[in-house]
C-alpha cells in the first residue's frame, strides 16, 4: 500500500526508521527488514549509521532480495549542513552507496554553525544553548534542495517538524513544492490541524513517531506512551492485535506514513501486519478522545534551548 506523492511518485504507507540502531546490528536487521517485506526505509545523517545501511542495501541488493527501484529511500539533511546542502546530499549519497535517495528532507527548520558536512554536530554556544546561524533563511535552505531535484540527486524533497506557518512559508517560496513533512504524531500528539492543513495542500504527512517513541523517549525524554493507554488496550482486545498494530492503523487510516522503529525480529513482523483489518469509524472517533497533545521528541533537552516554544 502507497501513497501518491504531489509530484507522481509512490511512497510505501509503512516504513522503518533506523533511528537509534546500533551499526553492528543494522545489517541484519535490514536484511530480515526486507525478507518480511518491508520497501521504506527513513534514515538520516544525523543517526548516525547512514554507511551501515548502506552495506545492508548493498548485501540485500547483491543477493537479489530487491532491487534499487523496488526501494524507497529517505534520508534527511542536519542543522549544521543548511549552507552546504549539496555537499551533505552527496555526503549521504556515498554512504548509503546509492546513485540517488527517494526523499530528502530538512531535519529540522533551524540552521545551526557549521562543523564539517556530515559531522552532525549539535554545536552549543558557550552558554550551553544551540549556536544558531541567524544568516540562513530556510528559504535559502529550501532552494538549495530544489537544486537536488534538477540535478538528479533526490526524486522528491521534503520538511520535517515544520509547524502549520513555517510549512505555508515553504509554499509560497517554492519552486518544486515539498513533498512531505515529516512530524511526531500518534494518538498522544494528533495534530489534526497541522494533518489537515498539509494534506489540504498536497503534502503528505509522514509520522516520525507512530508509536509515541515508547521505551526509547521515556528513558530519554521522560516522556508518557500511548502504548499503556487503557482506551488502545480495549481496542487491541477487540481486534485481537497489539497495541502498537492499533496505533500504527489509527494512523495509516488517517492517510499518513508510518515508520515505526523498532530493533526485535518480533516487532518489525508484528509492525508491518497492519492490512489484514480496519479501525471502524466508531472507533477512529474513539481513539480521537484520547489527545494529550502530549510531545514526546524532545531534542531542546540536549540544545538547551526549546525550538517548540
Known amino acids: ?13 509503512i516504513g522503518l526508521g533506523v533511528w537509534r540502531m546500533d551499526g553492528k546490528d543494522i545489517k541484519t536487521l535490514l536484511i530480515n527488514a526486507i525478507k518480511l517485506g518491508y520497501r521504506h526505509f527513513d534514515c538520516a545523517a544525523d543517526y548516525q549509521n547512514e554507511a551501515e545501511v548502506g552495506e545492508a542495501l ?68 558557550d552558554d550551553g544553548v544551540l549556536d544558531i546561524d ?14 537536488l531535484v534538477s540535478k538528479g540527486l533526490a526524486r522528491s524533497i521534503g520538511i520535517s ?50 508509536l509515541g517513541g515508547a521505551t526509547a523517549n521515556t528513558e530519554w525524554f521522560g516522556s508518557v506512551s500511548c502504548l499503556d493507554d487503557p482506551i488502545l488496550k480495549g481496542l487491541a482486545e477487540k481486534y485481537k492485535k497489539s ?15 508510518v515508520i515505526p522503529k523498532s530493533s526485535k525480529l518480533e516487532r518489525l513482523e508484528e509492525n508491518i501486519k497492519v492490512f489484514d483489518f480496519e479501525l471502524s469509524k466508531e472507533d477512529m472517533d474513539l481513539i480521537k478522545t484520547i489527545d494529550r497533545n502530549c510531545r514526546t521528541n524532545l531534542p531542546g533537552k540536549f540544545w538547551g534551548i526549546d525550538l517548540y516554544a
Open 161 to 210: 517538524n515544520y509547524d502549520i506557518y513555517l510549512t505555508r512559508d515553504c509554499l509560497a517560496y517554492a519552486k518544486v513544492k515539498p513533498a512531505v513533512n515529516q512530524i511526531e504524531t500518534h494518538p498522544y500528539f494528533q495534530r489534526d490541524s497541522l494533518v489537515k492543513f498539509c494534506q489540504k495542500h498536497g503534502v503528505c504527512i509522514t509520522a516520525h513517531t507512530p
Open 58 to 125: 548493498t548485501e540485500a541488493f547483491q543477493a537479489g532480495l530487491v532491487k534499487r527501484e523496488d526501494l524507497f529511500i529517505t534520508t534527511k539533511l542536519w542543522n549544521s549542513d543548511h549552507g552546504h546542502v549539496a555537499e551533505a546530499c552527496k555526503d549521504s549519497l556515498k554512504k548509503l552507496k546509492l546513485d540517488y535517495l527517494d526523499l530528502y528532507l530538512v531535519h529540522f527548520p533551524v540552521a545551526t554553525r557549521h562543523t564539517g558536512v556530515g559531522t552532525t554536530d549539535s554545536a552549543l554556544g
Open 1 to 13: 500500500m502507497a501513497i501518491t506523492l504531489n509530484n507522481g511518485f509512490k511512497m510505501p504507507i
Open 243 to 257: 497495541v502498537a498494530q492499533i496505533a500504527l492503523r489509527w494512523g495509516i487510516q488517517r492517510n499518513t506514513v
Open 134 to 147: 541567524t544568516t540562513i533563511s530556510l528559504e535559502t535552505t529550501w532552494h538549495a534542495m530544489e537544486d
